[in-house]
Protein backbone atom coordinates (compact mmCIF):
# COMPACT_ATOMS: atom_id res chain seq x y z
CA UNK A 1 0.00 0.00 0.00
CA UNK A 2 1.50 3.07 -0.93
CA UNK A 3 2.06 6.28 1.23
CA UNK A 4 -1.07 8.26 -0.98
CA UNK A 5 -3.35 5.15 -0.91
CA UNK A 6 -2.48 4.84 2.80
CA UNK A 7 -3.58 8.52 3.24
CA UNK A 8 -6.69 8.58 1.05
CA UNK A 9 -8.11 5.42 3.52
CA UNK A 10 -7.64 7.38 6.65
CA UNK A 11 -9.11 10.22 5.40
CA UNK A 12 -11.92 8.08 3.81
CA UNK A 13 -12.72 6.51 7.49
CA UNK A 14 -12.57 9.31 9.48
CA UNK A 15 -15.09 11.35 7.05
CA UNK A 16 -16.86 7.59 7.87
CA UNK A 17 -16.91 8.11 11.58
CA UNK A 18 -17.97 11.10 11.34
CA UNK A 19 -20.92 10.49 9.38
CA UNK A 20 -19.39 13.02 6.59
CA UNK A 21 -22.27 13.14 3.49
CA UNK A 22 -24.95 11.91 6.15
CA UNK A 23 -28.14 13.31 5.15
CA UNK A 24 -29.13 16.19 6.89
CA UNK A 25 -31.28 15.94 10.25
CA UNK A 26 -34.43 17.32 9.82
CA UNK A 27 -35.27 18.19 13.79
CA UNK A 28 -35.80 21.63 14.13
CA UNK A 29 -31.95 23.54 15.65
CA UNK A 30 -32.36 26.11 18.68
CA UNK A 31 -32.72 29.00 16.21
CA UNK A 32 -35.65 27.28 14.24
CA UNK A 33 -37.65 26.38 17.32
CA UNK A 34 -36.87 30.23 18.16
CA UNK A 35 -39.54 30.98 15.36
CA UNK A 36 -42.11 29.04 17.54
CA UNK A 37 -41.91 31.67 20.40
CA UNK A 38 -44.34 34.61 21.01
CA UNK A 39 -43.35 37.56 20.17
CA UNK A 40 -42.75 39.08 22.66
CA UNK A 41 -40.23 35.80 23.64
CA UNK A 42 -38.43 36.16 20.33
CA UNK A 43 -37.69 40.02 20.86
CA UNK A 44 -36.59 39.06 24.96
CA UNK A 45 -34.19 36.20 23.23
CA UNK A 46 -32.55 38.06 20.76
CA UNK A 47 -32.27 41.22 23.19
CA UNK A 48 -30.65 38.83 26.14
CA UNK A 49 -28.31 37.16 23.49
CA UNK A 50 -26.76 41.13 23.36
CA UNK A 51 -27.22 42.20 26.77
CA UNK A 52 -25.17 38.49 28.17
CA UNK A 53 -22.77 38.75 25.58
CA UNK A 54 -21.88 42.50 26.57
CA UNK A 55 -21.88 41.86 30.33
CA UNK A 56 -19.30 38.67 29.33
CA UNK A 57 -17.21 41.85 27.87
CA UNK A 58 -17.40 44.14 30.91
CA UNK A 59 -16.76 41.32 33.17
CA UNK A 60 -13.59 40.24 31.20
CA UNK A 61 -12.54 43.68 31.02
CA UNK A 62 -12.73 44.23 34.37
CA UNK A 63 -10.70 41.03 34.94
CA UNK A 64 -7.94 41.96 32.75
CA UNK A 65 -7.81 45.92 34.26
CA UNK A 66 -6.95 44.97 37.86
CA UNK A 67 -11.07 45.12 38.87
CA UNK A 68 -11.22 48.21 37.31
CA UNK A 69 -14.50 48.51 35.18
CA UNK A 70 -14.99 50.29 31.63
CA UNK A 71 -16.30 53.58 31.67
CA UNK A 72 -18.52 52.89 29.06
CA UNK A 73 -18.76 50.44 26.19
CA UNK A 74 -16.54 52.72 23.59
CA UNK A 75 -13.78 51.58 26.25
CA UNK A 76 -14.12 48.22 26.02
CA UNK A 77 -14.01 48.60 22.39
CA UNK A 78 -17.88 48.21 21.36
CA UNK A 79 -19.89 50.24 19.42
CA UNK A 80 -23.06 51.49 21.32
CA UNK A 81 -25.61 51.70 18.09
CA UNK A 82 -26.38 48.90 16.05
CA UNK A 83 -28.77 48.89 12.74
CA UNK A 84 -30.87 47.49 15.03
CA UNK A 85 -30.16 48.34 18.76
CA UNK A 86 -28.73 50.93 21.17
CA UNK A 87 -26.50 49.73 23.83
CA UNK A 88 -25.75 51.45 27.47
CA UNK A 89 -23.90 50.39 29.96
CA UNK A 90 -23.47 52.09 33.66
CA UNK A 91 -21.64 50.70 36.92
CA UNK A 92 -23.42 50.65 39.89
CA UNK A 93 -20.47 49.78 42.67
CA UNK A 94 -18.19 48.56 39.70
CA UNK A 95 -20.32 45.69 38.66
CA UNK A 96 -21.66 46.24 35.02
CA UNK A 97 -25.80 46.92 34.29
CA UNK A 98 -26.12 46.63 30.61
CA UNK A 99 -29.34 47.89 28.48
CA UNK A 100 -30.30 46.74 25.14
CA UNK A 101 -32.86 48.76 23.29
CA UNK A 102 -33.91 48.52 19.81
CA UNK A 103 -33.96 51.53 17.51
CA UNK A 104 -37.37 50.84 15.94
CA UNK A 105 -39.80 50.65 18.49
CA UNK A 106 -42.98 49.97 16.70
CA UNK A 107 -43.01 46.67 15.54
CA UNK A 108 -41.83 45.33 18.84
CA UNK A 109 -43.74 43.63 21.80
CA UNK A 110 -40.50 44.18 24.32
CA UNK A 111 -38.76 47.20 23.61
CA UNK A 112 -35.65 46.87 25.84
CA UNK A 113 -33.89 44.03 28.49
CA UNK A 114 -31.44 45.12 30.97
CA UNK A 115 -29.49 42.76 32.85
CA UNK A 116 -26.35 42.95 35.65
CA UNK A 117 -23.35 40.54 35.74
CA UNK A 118 -25.71 38.12 37.74
CA UNK A 119 -26.89 36.37 34.86
CA UNK A 120 -23.57 35.30 34.10
CA UNK A 121 -24.23 32.72 37.13
CA UNK A 122 -27.62 32.46 36.66
CA UNK A 123 -27.18 31.02 33.43
CA UNK A 124 -24.24 28.66 34.52
CA UNK A 125 -26.38 27.31 36.57
CA UNK A 126 -29.34 27.07 35.01
CA UNK A 127 -28.46 25.34 31.95
CA UNK A 128 -28.13 28.86 30.17
CA UNK A 129 -31.35 29.96 31.13
CA UNK A 130 -31.30 33.17 32.82
CA UNK A 131 -33.74 36.26 33.92
CA UNK A 132 -33.38 39.89 32.27
CA UNK A 133 -35.72 42.81 33.66
CA UNK A 134 -37.38 43.84 30.16
CA UNK A 135 -40.00 46.52 28.92
CA UNK A 136 -42.80 45.97 26.76
CA UNK A 137 -44.23 48.76 24.45
CA UNK A 138 -46.02 50.32 26.71
CA UNK A 139 -43.69 50.97 29.26
CA UNK A 140 -44.46 47.92 31.45
CA UNK A 141 -41.36 46.19 33.41
CA UNK A 142 -41.46 42.76 33.98
CA UNK A 143 -38.98 39.83 34.22
CA UNK A 144 -38.08 37.92 31.50
CA UNK A 145 -36.60 33.99 31.18
CA UNK A 146 -34.29 33.63 28.34
CA UNK A 147 -31.12 31.67 26.72
CA UNK A 148 -31.17 28.72 26.06
CA UNK A 149 -34.10 26.48 24.71
CA UNK A 150 -35.23 23.82 26.61
CA UNK A 151 -34.65 20.47 24.50
CA UNK A 152 -32.25 22.57 22.07
CA UNK A 153 -29.84 19.79 21.00
Not at 34 to 58: C, H, M, T, W, Y
Not at 124 to 142: E, I, P, V, W, Y
Request: hydrophobic residues 35%.
Amino acid sequence: MSGRTFWLLALWLACAAADCGAPSDDRPRSADAGSNLPPDQQDAQKLGAEVFDLIDRAIAYRSVHRGRPAANLRQMGVESLTPLTVRRMVNLQREPVVTVAYRRRETRQIVSCRGDAGILGEATTNGGRFTLMCTDRSGAQRPMEVGELPGAD
